[in-house]
């Protein structure tokens, strides 16, 4: 397939802006399939190089909700995996059903699960990033807060009724969000221990964001193994594919939950 051939043209890019990356490949002749194609074809990549499966949890400007779960419960019912990777770019939706997510795929493998973060998640995507064994990462990774308020189901009900956003300090859903956000990632980081060394409510803390604060703060890979999450810069190996990852998950629109053997 030609876009095999061109990755090395998009990984020469010196930029961490999958936009620029993504164009660059334009520029040189790269001919862009539909979003599924090509999310299925620098996935397959991944998985050669890494030699195991991965579940590919990507919903691009999608709002994570019931629905995704029915959809993952009908793709695992019949698998189960020794060792399996999770494409997670998630960045709205419900905290709790991420954290039912997060349960239903441990209960699918058996040895280690690991989560591929190559771009951005916010809210149920670091609970998803909490559930997994260890979290493999790279410069353009960004995590949390865990908390943000576009994330919430309450939030939506509000837009839907009324068209607009709610006030960003409104102090009942605000404390609700919080109280949340903290008890969905308590949940999940109590049921998985290998992610974390230290003390879980340290690290949500880190994680929960601040009112007050004008800009929501995300953390990079160096900062969360500060933290004390076990998370790794990808190998020297794994870096073509790894970028190329990254290229396409920061692009897509549409949402795709599948499994690539």
């Given at each position: 397939m030609k876009i095999k051939k061109d990755i090395n043209k998009i990984i020469k890019v010196d930029s961490e802006q999958g936009q620029e990356m993504l164009q660059f490949a334009i520029e040189n002749g790269l001919n862009i399939p539909d979003e599924a194609s090509l999310l299925e074809d620098c996935s397959s990549i991944w998985v050669k190089v890494r030699k195991r499966p991965m579940l590919t949890m990507v919903l691009?400007?999608?709002?994570?909700?019931?629905?995704?779960?029915?959809?993952?419960?009908?793709?695992?019912s019949d698998q189960s995996f020794e060792d399996l990777d999770c494409l997670i770019q998630v960045v709205a939706g419900d905290l709790e059903i991420a954290a039912e997510m997060v349960s239903l795929i441990r209960s699918k493998v058996n040895s280690k699960l690991t989560g591929i973060v190559p771009a951005v998640v916010t809210g149920p995507g670091c609970i998803l990033g909490l559930g997994m064994d260890e979290i493999i990462g790279g410069e353009t990774t960004s995590f949390g807060p865990l908390d943000i308020p576009t994330m919430h189901i309450a939030i939506f009900t509000y837009l839907e009724q009324t068209g607009e956003f709610p006030p960003m300090y409104n102090e009942d859903i605000y404390k609700e969000i919080y109280i949340n956000a903290k008890e969905s990632a308590k949940t999940v980081l109590d049921e998985n221990t290998k992610i974390f060394n230290g003390e879980s409510d340290k690290i949500i803390n880190h994680l929960i964001y601040v009112k007050g604060i004008d800009a929501l703060q995300a953390f990079n890979l160096k900062t969360l193994k500060k933290m004390g999450l076990n998370a790794r810069f990808y190998k020297q190996n794994e870096n073509e594919a790894f970028n190329y990852l990254g290229v396409v998950v920061s692009q897509l629109m549409s949402n795709r939950i599948q499994i690539i053997q």
């Open positions: 691009g400007s999608s709002v994570l909700s019931e629905k995704h779960l029915d959809d993952l419960e009908s793709l695992l």
